[in-house]
């Protein structure tokens, strides 16, 4: 949904809200132009849409609150009709919103709101690669592999590719982990992520040659590349 289109939310609560305290037609359109010309700027200058959809929504919630309070059941119903409204819309946003909020921070949450997320039909690729990267941190390396596989039904590309072989060499499936790797590398061979991620598994399997030469190919992408020249000063040692 447009983010745009969610002005009518605000502009449908100032109306009644302007109407319930008596001001006249024409105080109130110039009410309304004033307040939606400040709230457009301050949107546009400080905020991203999300954080301004949150603030919708708080807003809202807080009139809610005042509404029942002060017994305005015209207003509170309203304000109930305008939350269901917006959190129909924007479900799917706030739970991926929220779960990239925790994100090394609080992982657990971050998890939560990710399954969350995925039991109300969010099958966007980045709630399954943000959830992957959780339960790689998390140690929970199959769980990571089947969401970086999940994620390929949305984008096949090299980055994603990576992210399984990485999965699956924590697995201890290296010669799996290289056709991952060789994979990413056929559709991007400058994947300096890749070149990298290939080469220290190399180094691991003790194939330093092999291993020097990616380093190499890093290095001519971005010479100053301080994964690959770590990685190139280790072999240097351990073959002198």
Not at 1 to 26: A, H, Q, R, T, W
Request: with cysteine; charged share 20%.
């Amino acid at each position: 949904m447009d983010f745009n289109k969610l002005y009518i939310i605000p502009i449908i609560f100032l109306v009644f809200f302007y109407c319930s305290k008596g001001l006249s037609f024409e105080y109130i359109i110039i009410l309304l132009i004033i307040t939606l010309v400040f709230v457009y700027i301050i949107i546009q200058y400080f905020f991203d849409n999300n954080l301004a959809t949150y603030i919708t929504f708080l807003a809202l919630l807080l009139n809610c609150f005042f509404s029942f309070y002060n017994k305005d059941w015209l207003i509170f119903i309203i304000m109930i009709i305008l939350l269901v409204y917006l959190s129909f819309f924007k479900i799917e946003d706030m739970l991926y919103n929220l779960a990239n909020l925790f994100y090394n921070r609080a992982n657990n949450f971050s998890l939560m709101f990710c399954n969350w997320a995925i039991k109300f039909d969010v099958n966007q690729a980045d709630i399954f690669k943000l959830k992957g990267d959780i339960l790689l941190e998390k140690e929970e390396y199959e769980g990571a592999f089947e969401c970086y596989k999940h994620v390929l039904y949305f984008e096949n590309d090299s980055n994603t590719i990576n992210d399984i072989a990485v999965s699956l060499e924590y697995m201890g499936k290296y010669d799996e982990a290289l056709n991952y790797y060789d994979n990413s590398l056929n559709i991007n061979p400058n994947n300096v992520l890749t070149l990298n991620n290939k080469a220290i598994l190399l180094i691991k399997l003790k194939r330093y040659n092999e291993a020097l030469s990616l380093l190499d190919e890093v290095l001519d992408i971005d010479e100053n590349n301080k994964t690959a020249m770590e990685n190139k000063e280790k072999i240097i040692n351990k073959k002198n």
